[in-house]
Nanobody, 123 residues
Framework: QVQLVESGGGLVQAAGSLRLSCAAS????????MGWYRQAPGKQRELVAT???????NYADSVKGRFTISRDNAKNTVYLQMNSLRPEDTAVYYC?????????????????WGQGTQVTVSS
């Protein structure tokens, strides 16, 4: 069973910083792309940032220059450093991992989601 365990959300004032972490458990899981999505009340879930196992990153325009995504492949962990936070960054942030689950000689593509962590930015 693969689980994504998130941590690091909370309440912060505008212009402040937070760091989110997400660890993927499960020895049989090898992640390719890991990332963060967010969903604000009344809005659809949107991509924040992704990073491949090779370190290639992709960011939403709204967070470029403020957020930095990184990962530790050995720990199957992804991080999101959020600086210069704005009230519009307030949302539930979800960790996402795409990869393969292996069983013997068989590898099956899978996508997993974390339970979400609340980030609230006050003005």
């Amino acid at each position: 069973q693969v689980q994504l365990v998130e941590s690091g959300g909370g309440l912060v004032q505008a212009a402040g910083s937070l760091r989110l972490s997400c660890a993927a458990s499960g020895n049989s899981f090898s992640s390719n792309t890991m990332g963060w999505y967010r969903q604000a009340p009344g809005k659809q879930r949107e991509l924040v940032a992704t990073i491949t196992s090779a370190g290639t990153t992709n960011y939403a325009d709204s967070v470029k220059g403020r957020f930095t995504i990184s990962r530790d492949n050995a720990k199957n962990t992804v991080y999101l450093q959020m600086n210069s936070l704005r009230p519009e960054d307030t949302a539930v942030y979800y960790c996402n991992a795409k990869g393969f689950v292996t069983s013997g000689d068989v590898a099956v593509s899978r996508t997993y989601w974390g339970q979400g962590t609340q980030v609230t930015v006050s003005s």
